[in-house]
């Protein structure tokens, strides 16, 4: 269980082919795992998500201990039974929203107080509890409680928050008592050169199954982004799956597995469905422009799944203009495939050995209009 | 084309079992057609309605007409390609919404002027305007324009719609131009046995390929309805289908299709699902109710549909609870499979003799509160 086994490594690039496994099955890397924030993937069940052909899902710690709580999903069985997906998931450690979402967040060295952002309720998250709740959750892979760090942080507050997530990653390790989950540790390091290695170091040399990159997109820009990674990614070990959080739009995809990034997560898929906005080989469009109302061609042909393929743009224009679910519906299946389909083109690539010439095509006609809604 | 099969009558009731063709398929009767307002079954496409065993569908010719526009979806194919349902479809003509929706609407013998209740734009809706759009949309069966006086009207008002939907249907047949269109007239007559009579007569005379009851369910309780329906019924053609719009509770559908109804829509089980609410064969409940936030039971058993089987209670519960998009969707396509499942056992009961038992037995244990939501 959680062997990484590396198949393929491309002599273009940093980039590699891997394969997970895990209890509920194997995971063909590199991956993009959709989100399935409150444990549903915004408007898709698990049928949806076969028929997409997913390997992996994230859900949200922090979402789902705030309501119905990890207590009540261990009592109805577990992540896994309760939204009915059989396939590996990946849990977070809530630490992200915890800074991003709560209010009044007090963080010491023993953990970090906030208020519920649904309630202001007061809690208090450790790396102790955000390990018990993971594992009541159940998830395959979890992921250790540490400090992200905002964009643009002093370098001394920057060290303080690696210092703290080195700390807590030790405590996450103590707390751990189930056999058959994953714990991935977090580099954190935020722009600097110096913490990202140091960082990297002590993460790779606690050997633990995967190991997985923070503290970016947290509101910097592309360029100081892949700094940030690339200072960290010489220190991790070749034989463990490399994670880079909250990383998910098709420019980001090519080039961090260019860098040798093996797994990825993003809201932005589903996100951007809501917003009426789709990805197509020509970067992304929104549905709702009046350019659309009458085109009969289909979101994007390139991608093999009904929602790009079998309906009209003008029909589509007209069910986001309505509010109909369905409009979003079909937007989010689209804009998941087709980060699907990007991820099979590069493995297939990268095989090949055209996966360069791949990434480099792509990108020349992908709008780079390509960030967040 | 449009030719209904009688292939048998109740011995216990008035309740029988047909085939109706049409340019897409042949419905079995009795048969529930779900509503797809604008385009779409409230969060559903064809690949749901398919798995559903979706016979036929109903779609709004007002909503279709404000927006956007039966001229729109006749330059992209018409309402089938439109939205990829290969099987029949149903339009009524408008009427219903123009009066409960619309604002300033005044009726006239000419037709009904109203202002849009999306932008306050003016419109016209003839009998000539009605079929002209229907026919733009391109159902297997249109409905032909009439004036659906609201329940509590006065003897005299009834007379005038009444005489006025007998004036109208006269010129939809004149205006109707398309072969492949079945033009079904509507009775009206309030709750007025002798017009009801006299209206299902006149409109029996027409020899149409089928014949609706309308102006029931505009307010009227449960007694007043049946009394209507029934003293249209024995005026009607036993060899053509009979269709009772708007109706479509559990209750109902039974009590109709003993008085010999063939054919249903309603929109009760999508907006029942928006609220929570769905049907079990106990009778309509809430998932929002805390008593199923650790329910491992799922919606209902009886119900031949992933939906209805697959996930808990507690699951719905905490998506509707989240406003998750999934929760909708999963009790929709729920309720809506409760309908077509109570559809099936009717039809196989009616075959077998049973069906005043399984009325009974069904009606027994399900609670009356089944009204709108």
Known sequence: MFEFSLEFESSECQAR???????HGNIKTPVFMPVGTKATVKSLDYKDLQLLKTEILLCNTYHLEMR?????????????????WDAPILTDSGGFQVYSLSNNVKITEEGVEFKSHLNGDKHMFTPEHAIAIQERLGADIIM???????AGVSKEYARMAMKRTHAWIKRCISAKTREDQALFPIVQGSCFKDLREESAKFMADLDLPGIAIGGV?????????????NYALPYLPKDKPRYLMGVGTPRDLLEAVACGIDMF?????????????????????????SQYKEDLSPLCNWVEHYASKEFSKSYIHHLIKENEILGIRLL????????FQLMKEIRYHIREGSFMSFKNT???????YDQAA
Chains 1, 2 share one sequence.
């Open 68 to 84: 119905p709580s990890s207590k009540l999903i261990a009592k109805m069985g577990g992540l896994h039974k309760w939204m009915k």
């Open 265 to 289: 997560d993003c809201v932005l898929a589903t996100r951007l469905a809501r917003h009426g906005a789709f990805w197509s080989l020509q970067g992304r469009k929104n549905i709702k422009a």
């Open 362 to 368: 792509f990108l020349k006609k992908f709008h780079s």
């Open 17 to 23: 082919l891997g394969s997970f496994s895990t209890p």
């Open 144 to 150: 250790a409680f540490d400090e992200c760090a905002p």
């Open 332 to 339: 989010s299946m689209h804009n998941i495939a087709f980060l």
């Open 217 to 229: 997109s947290v509101g910097e820009d592309h360029e100081k982004k892949f700094t940030a990674i």
